[in-house]
C-alpha cells in the first residue's frame, strides 16, 4: 500500500493530466446525452406481452396516440363544436401527426334504398342555434356507440380530438408543435392534453428542469453543510470537485454505453454529489489527522491507512447499486444501476489519486491555509459527549427504543402498496395527471387492452369470432368501450343491404374493404395487408388484482376461439402494468438478497469474522425495517423510483457501520477498556459519521423539490434511511456492544 | 437602305423604353391557354395501373382499372385487380353524384358524397384533383419565375375555404399542361405535391403518368395510362347506370 501511496505522489502530474484529459472526454460525451422518460422503451423486448405490445403499437399507432380533451358544459354547443374544428384543423397541419379524427371530421355513412350517404357527423356550416337543435345533435351523435365514450363523453361535457405520431417522427418536437399551436388559438373551451407522447414530453420536461433547479441546490446544500462541518474553504472544494467529475465522468458514459436520461437515473447526479464528496472527506480528513513537515509524506502515510477503507466502502455502495442489475424488469432501473455503480467507481477512484496527486502539487496553499479540524468541536460537545454518555447510562432504554420502532415498522410493513402508474408520477395539480383523471372517469380510461387477430381479415369466420370477442370482452366489468373492424363492416354492410351482421361471402366482405381502403383510421384497426387485426379495448382500472381477473376471465375465451388460420393474442397495459407490479416485489427482494449477502460478506472479510459481519449489519437491517415500515404507515408506494432506496440505503449506510466497528476494535487492539474505545469511537467515527450522513441526507433531501412525485419520496426515504442508518451505528451498535461485552465492562 | 438605318435608330431606343413585361406572357393568359388545353380533350378511354405506394415502408398496392372519361364531368371506372374487387364499378356524374357498383351487392348505389373532401378511389388524389381545374376561375395568378421550358405560377385560390393556401404550379411553356403542383397547407408548408409526365397522341398532349405524395401521410399513389385513346367520341348514353352495369358485368 505505502508503494501505490508513493506512486501516487509520484506521479501527481499525469495523473492531473490525464484526469482533465478525461474530463474533457467525458464533458463532451455528456453534450450527447439524451432523455427517454418513455417507460414503453423499457420494457424487455423478450417479454411476449411485451414484444406483442410493442409490435401492435408500431403496426397500429396504439401507442403514439395523442388525445386533446375539450371540456365544457355541453360540448354540443356551437362555441364547443368551433373550438374543436379549430383544433382539429390545427392539429392537422401539423408535421409528425398523421391522422385527427375528431366529431368535426368524421365521416358517417348511412343510406336509405340505393342510396348511400357519406356526409359529415356533423355539418360544421349548419350549425344548432337553439337549445333543442343543440339537444337533437347531442341525441344522434350519443346515440352511436361508435362516438359515444369514444370521441364525446356519455353526458356530453367533454370531446376528444384524437391523433396518431407518425411513425419516426420526433415525438417531442410534435408535441411542442401542438401545444405552441393550440396556445395560440384563441378557445372558448378548456383543453388538456392526454396519451403517452405527452406523459413522456412532461417527465422529460420535469427530468430537465430537476437537473437544472435541484442541481445547484444540491451543491449548495453539501456546501454549506461541508462548511458549517470543516470551516474550510478546502473542507468544500476538494469534496465538491471530486464529486463534479465522477458526475462529469459517469453520466459522459451513458451516450458511450448507448443509455438514455431516464425518470429514474435523473438522480444519478444527485446521489454521486452526496457520496463522492464523502470519499473525499475522508482522504483529506485522514491527511489532515497525519499532518507533517513534509506533506508530501504525510500524504503518503495518509494514503497508506485511507485506501482499503475507502476503496471497500466504494465496493459496498456499487453492490447496492449493482444488485439492480440483477432481477430489474426495467431497462431504466438496470441502466441506472449500471451508472451509479460506475459513477460510485470513478468518484472512488478521484478520490484516492486524483485528490492526493492535486494536494501534492500545492502542498504549501492547503496546508498553511486549511485547518480541517475546527478548534471548537460543536458536535462533540452538544452531541457526541451527550449521547455516548446515554448509552452508557441507559443501555436497555436504547435497545427498547429500537426495538419498539423495529415492531411498529414491522407492523407497517405488510400494508405497503406498489404503483406503477406513471399517473402517480405527477403531482395533482400537474395538467397531465388532470387529463388522465379526466379520460378516467368520461372516456373509459387511458390504458388499451389488444386482442390481435391473425388471420384473413376478409374471411367471415374471422370477423365473425372478432365480433364474438367483442361481444364477450363488452360483458366484462373491466372494460368501458371496444372497437374492431368487425363493427365497421356490419354497419356497411346494414347500410347497403339493411343486414346489419357480418355478411357470409368473402367476396361481399372484400367488396367492401374497396369502401375502407386508404381511410386512415381504419389501418388504427387493421393491417394493411389485411391479415391482421385488432380489437381495442379500454380498461377501467379497478384494483390491483382487476388484470389479474381480467386476464383469468379471458384465457377460456382465447382457449375456445383462437385455431389456425384465426390465432388470437392478448396483450395492453393493464397486463404490462400487473408484470411491473408483480417485477417490483421480485426485484425489491432480489436487488436486497444480492445487496445484504454481498455486504455481510465484505463486511465479514474486512473483519474476518462472520459473528462481526453479521453484527455491524444489524444497524442497516433495522434500517431496511423501519424503511419499508414507514412507507407502509404513510402510504408512500413502491413504485420505480422509490424501490431503488433499500439497495441504496443498503450500500452507503453499512459504511456508518463499518467506520465505527474498524474504528472500534482498532481501539481494542491497542488496549483500550471497552467503554474507552466505545467513547474513543464515538468521538472520532461519530463526527465523521454525522458529518457524513448530514451532507448525504442534506444533498438527498434536496429531491424534496422535485416535481416528479416518486423522486420527492425517494429523497425523503433516502434521507430517512441515512438517519437510521448513522443513528444505528452511533446508537444501538455500541449498544449491542456493551451488552455482548458486559462480562468485560463490569471487570474494567 | 438609309431610311431604315434611321427608322431603326429611332425605334431601337423607343422599344427599349417599353417595360419588357409586355412583351412576356401575362400570368392570367396562361390560366387561360391551360384551360383551352385542357378542353383539347374530349374524351379518353385507357387502361390505367394505380400504384399506392407507402413511403415509409415502401411497400406498394396495386390496382387496375378500365378508365372511361368524357370531360368534363363524365367517368366510368372500372376495376379489374386485384380479383376480390374485380368487377367494381363507379359513375362519376355532374354535380358530384357517383354511383358505386359492387357485384356482390346487386344493384348500384348511388352514393352521396357531402364531405366533399373525399378522396378518389381512396388514392392521394381527392375527387377534385381528377376534374376540370378551371384554372382561370378559381385562381389568381402571379408569374414567380420562368425558365427555358416552363412557367413557375404561384396561384391563390379564390374560395377561401380551401384546405391550402396556395399553388406553386410548374407550367409547360410550350403546351400550357401543368406538369408539377406543390401544396401548400395554411401555415405555408409543402403538404402535398402532384407531378405529371405527358404523351402526345396524334396532336393532343394527355398525362400519362400522374402521381401525388401527401407528405403528411408519407404516402404516394402513381396513376399509369396505358392504351390511351383521345376523343373516340364517346356519348352520353355510355355513361348511365345501366351501363355501369353492363361493363362491371363484362370485367367481372
Known amino acids: ?748 | 437602305m438609309k431610311k431604315i438605318i434611321i427608322s431603326l435608330f429611332f425605334l431601337l431606343p423607343l422599344m427599349a423604353a417599353i417595360p419588357v413585361h409586355l412583351f412576356a406572357q401575362n400570368a392570367g393568359d396562361i390560366l387561360r391557354k391551360m384551360d383551352e388545353q385542357y378542353a383539347t380533350i374530349k374524351d379518353k378511354q385507357a387502361n390505367v395501373v394505380m400504384e399506392m405506394i407507402n413511403n415509409k415502408t415502401g411497400k406498394v398496392k396495386i390496382r387496375k382499372a378500365l378508365l372511361k372519361q368524357k370531360r368534363p364531368f363524365k367517368t366510368l371506372f372500372l376495376f379489374t385487380y386485384p380479383p376480390s374487387q374485380a368487377g367494381i364499378g363507379t359513375l362519376s356524374l355532374p354535380g358530384g353524384i357517383v354511383y358505386l357498383y359492387m357485384p356482390a351487392f346487386g344493384k348500384p348505389k348511388k352514393i352521396s358524397n357531402l364531405a366533399n373532401s373525399g378522396s378518389f378511389s381512396q388514392s392521394d388524389f381527392s375527387t377534385k384533383d381528377m376534374g376540370p381545374r378551371n384554372w382561370s376561375k378559381n385562381y389568381t395568378a402571379t408569374i414567380l419565375h420562368t425558365n427555358d421550358s416552363a412557367f413557375i405560377l404561384k396561384l391563390l385560390p379564390k374560395n377561401q375555404n380551401e384546405s391550402y393556401s396556395k399553388l406553386v404550379v410548374t407550367v409547360n411553356k410550350k403546351y400550357y399542361f401543368p406538369q408539377r403542383i406543390l401544396y401548400y397547407n395554411l401555415q405555408g408548408n409543402i403538404s402535398r405535391e402532384a407531378n405529371y409526365q405527358y404523351e402526345r397522341i396524334g396532336n393532343l398532349w394527355t398525362a400519362r403518368v400522374a402521381s401525388m405524395t401527401d407528405f403528411r401521410k408519407g404516402h404516394t399513389t402513381k396513376i399509369i395510362n396505358s392504351h390511351i385513346k383521345l376523343n373516340q367520341g364517346l356519348k352520353d348514353d355510355d355513361f348511365t347506370v345501366k351501363q355501369l352495369v353492363l361493363n362491371a358485368k363484362k370485367v367481372k
Request: aromatic fraction near 8%.
Open chain 1, 1 to 748: 500500500m505505502d508503494k501505490l501511496a508513493k506512486l501516487i505522489t509520484q506521479l501527481k502530474w499525469p495523473i492531473i493530466i490525464l484526469t482533465v484529459l478525461l474530463t474533457g472526454f467525458f464533458g463532451f460525451e455528456l453534450t450527447k446525452i439524451k432523455i427517454n422518460s418513455n417507460v414503453i422503451d423499457s420494457l424487455p423486448a423478450n417479454d411476449s406481452v411485451v414484444s406483442l405490445f410493442k409490435n401492435i403499437g408500431k403496426q397500429f399507432g396504439g401507442n403514439q396516440m395523442g388525445m386533446l380533451i375539450v371540456q365544457s358544459d355541453n360540448v354540443f354547443k356551437p362555441g364547443a363544436l368551433k373550438d374543436l374544428q379549430s383544433i382539429t384543423k390545427t392539429l392537422d397541419t401539423i408535421h409528425g401527426i398523421s391522422s385527427v379524427t375528431s366529431l368535426t371530421n368524421t365521416l358517417n355513412f348511412g343510406g336509405v334504398g340505393n342510396n348511400f350517404q357519406v356526409a359529415p357527423l356533423i355539418n360544421m356550416n349548419k350549425l344548432p342555434r337553439t337549445q333543442r337543435g343543440i339537444d337533437s345533435l347531442k341525441n344522434i351523435v350519443l346515440s352511436n356507440k361508435m362516438y359515444r365514450g369514444n370521441l364525446v363523453s356519455a353526458d356530453g361535457s367533454a370531446s376528444l380530438v384524437a391523433f396518431k405520431f407518425s411513425d419516426g417522427s420526433n415525438d417531442e418536437k410534435v408535441v411542442k408543435d401542438i401545444q405552441s399551436a393550440i396556445k395560440k388559438l384563441s378557445l372558448h373551451e378548456k383543453v388538456y392534453f392526454a396519451g403517452n407522447p405527452f406523459v413522456t414530453a412532461m417527465v422529460s420536461k420535469i427530468i430537465s428542469e430537476d437537473l437544472i433547479y435541484l442541481i445547484p441546490i444540491t451543491f449548495l446544500v453539501i456546501s454549506i453543510i461541508l462548511f458549517l462541518s470543516f470551516h474550510s474553504l478546502q473542507g468544500i472544494v476538494l469534496p465538491m470537485l471530486s464529486a463534479g467529475l465522477a458526475i462529469i465522468w459517469a453520466l459522459g458514459c451513458m451516450p458511450l454505453m448507448g443509455l438514455n436520461m431516464s425518470m429514474v437515473s435523473n438522480n444519478i447526479p444527485i446521489i454521486l454529489m452526496a457520496i463522492g464528496s464523502a470519499y473525499t472527506i475522508h482522504v483529506l480528513n485522514r491527511i489532515n489527522q497525519c499532518r507533517e513537515n513534509d506533506y508530501r509524506e504525510a500524504i503518503r502515510k495518509a494514503m497508506g491507512h485511507i485506501f482499503i477503507p475507502v476503496s471497500l466502502a466504494a465496493l459496498t455502495t456499487m453492490i447496492g447499486f449493482v444488485s439492480f442489475i440483477f432481477g430489474a424488469y426495467l431497462k431504466m432501473i438496470r441502466d441506472f444501476g449500471i451508472i451509479t455503480a460506475v459513477g460510485t467507481f470513478f468518484a472512488a477512484l478521484l478520490s484516492l489519486f486524483f485528490i492526493p496527486a492535486l494536494l501534492a502539487v500545492f502542498p504549501t496553499r492547503v496546508i498553511r491555509k486549511t485547518t480541517l479540524t475546527p478548534k471548537k468541536s460543536y458536535l462533540n460537545d452538544y452531541v457526541l459527549t451527550p449521547l455516548t454518555k446515554l448509552i452508557f447510562k441507559h443501555p436497555k432504554y436504547i435497545l427498547y427504543t429500537w426495538i419498539l420502532l423495529i415492531l411498529i415498522s414491522l407492523s407497517g410493513v405488510l400494508s405497503i402498496r406498489r404503483s406503477v402508474d406513471v399517473k402517480d408520477y405527477f403531482k395533482k395539480s400537474n395538467p397531465e395527471r388532470i387529463a388522465e383523471n379526466i379520460m378516467n372517469q368520461k372516456f373509459g380510461g387511458t390504458k388499451p387492452v389488444f386482442l390481435q387477430f391473425t388471420g384473413n381479415m376478409q374471411s367471415p369466420q374471422v370477423l365473425k369470432t372478432m365480433k364474438k370477442a367483442e361481444n364477450y370482452l363488452e360483458k366484462s366489468p373491466s372494460i368501458s368501450s371496444v372497437q374492431s373492424i368487425a363493427d365497421i363492416i356490419i354497419k356497411l354492410n346494414g347500410t347497403l343491404t339493411g343486414k346489419y351482421k357480418i355478411p357470409d361471402s368473402e367476396t361481399a366482405i372484400g367488396q367492401l374493404w374497396f369502401l375502407l381502403n386508404g381511410n386512415q383510421n381504419i389501418s388504427q384497426l387493421v393491417s394493411g395487408n389485411l391479415d391482421k387485426g385488432v380489437v381495442v379495448a379500454k380498461f377501467n382500472d379497478k384494483g390491483n388484482h382487476a388484470a389479474a381477473d381480467f386476464a383469468k376471465y379471458m384465457k377460456p375465451f382465447l382457449a375456445q376461439n383462437s385455431r389456425p388460420g384465426c390465432k388470437i393474442q392478448i396483450t395492453g397495459m393493464p397486463f404490462i402494468n400487473a408484470e411491473m407490479d408483480r417485477s417490483l416485489l421480485k426485484s425489491q427482494i432480489a436487488s436486497l438478497i444480492i445487496a445484504t449477502v454481498f455486504v455481510i460478506g465484505i463486511v465479514s472479510l474486512i473483519l474476518w469474522s462472520f459473528t462481526k459481519g453479521l453484527l455491524t449489519s444489524i444497524p442497516i437491517v433495522v434500517t431496511i425495517i423501519i424503511l419499508f415500515g414507514t412507507m407502509g404507515l404513510t402510504g408512500i408506494p413502491l413504485n420505480m423510483v422509490t424501490v431503488l432506496v433499500a439497495s441504496i440505503a443498503m450500500g452507503i449506510g453499512i459504511d456508518y457501520s463499518i467506520h465505527f466497528i474498524t474504528q472500534f476494535h482498532d481501539r481494542i487492539k491497542n488496549g483500550f477498556s471497552l467503554q474507552d474505545a466505545i467513547s474513543d469511537t464515538m468521538k472520532i467515527s461519530g463526527k465523521a459519521i454525522l458529518i457524513n450522513f448530514s451532507s448525504v441526507a442534506g444533498g438527498f433531501m434536496v429531491l424534496a423539490f422535485s416535481k416528479l412525485v416518486p423522486m420527492q419520496y425517494f429523497g425523503i426515504l433516502v434521507a430517512l434511511s441515512m438517519l437510521s442508518s448513522s443513528l444505528g451505528a452511533l446508537t444501538l451498535m455500541p449498544v449491542i456492544l456493551i451488552i455482548r461485552n458486559k462480562k468485560r465492562l463490569k471487570t474494567a
